[in-house]
């Protein structure tokens, strides 16, 4: 591949609380800097340039895919296309009428709302974005009783991008309103090869591409783990004096970390030794897996499951999850 020529971040090693600073860094800032997506990013590009042809506010937009794969690094991209400003909030946010009301009464003409982990957001509460993006309407109800009355109140034209990682828990009214709706995929390893020469010619770091090579590998095909790991790299090579990041620095600092070679980390494979181990393997069920291990079911299905599935090594059947022959493998089981 080809050096991507970037300005370095030179004050690195100078700065003690450097971690919001070096996140805004790598981020990418405009549509040609965001690597990966290529599919995405040619349909929602016609998307955007034929709203602008028209002089109309843009479709409302639904991004789903696993955690870190940059839903809401591609929103602001879009936004910053779109040449509107970004408001933005969370589905957990959002649990009340007077949270959302006060959401979609703050918007001006153009603005775009991005509501990441929109699943989150209770269902009483997303029937209020039916009228909101249906007709530009804010319906609220006024008063108790046989007193009662709806209210509604215009809202300007603007654009809902919401993100998921779970689009099985929208309801199906909500997902039909959405103009486009894009999944997110893992990256493939060339992408996040490029991703890591990116983010390390920024960071001013001296990686070798064995380095590079085993970092891709670990990085679960996902640009934020991919950072995150790069940023533990720097630091293990900081704090040990190294200079050059080679294919063994990345080892031990995975090793320090307690990430295997393929990304996973100690609760993932705790997770797959008790199917293995306590459960001899036979189908076991979300609930018990969760009381087992005390871990939420949100962390284990939306965390832990994705990327087992991807590599093969986890199957959800309908009786519940079990490991395949290539988890036992890697475990040495």
Known sequence: MSKINMPKIKTVKKRQNDEEFIDSALRPTSWNDYIGQEKIKKVLALILAAARKRKESVDHLLF???????KTTLANLAAKEMGANLKTATGTALQK????????????????????EAHRIPRAIEEILYPAMEARKLCLMIGKGLASRIVSIDLPAFTLIAATTRPSLLSNPLRSRFGGIFHFDYYDSGEIETIIKRSANLMGLNMDSGAILALAEASRFTPRTANRLLKRARDFSEVNNLEIIDAEVIKKTLKFFEVDELGL????RNFLKAIIVKFHNRPVGINVLTSFLGEERGTIEEIYEPYLMKIGFLQRTPQG????????????L
């Open 265 to 268: 980390e100690i609760c993932e």
């Open 64 to 70: 789903y895919g696993p955690a870190g794969l940059g």
């Open 321 to 332: 999850r079990i490991a395949t022959q290539e988890a036992y493998k890697h475990l040495g």
């Open 97 to 116: 009428l007077g949270d959302l009301a006060a959401v979609l009464s703050n918007l001006e003409n153009g603005d775009v709302l991005f509501i990441d």
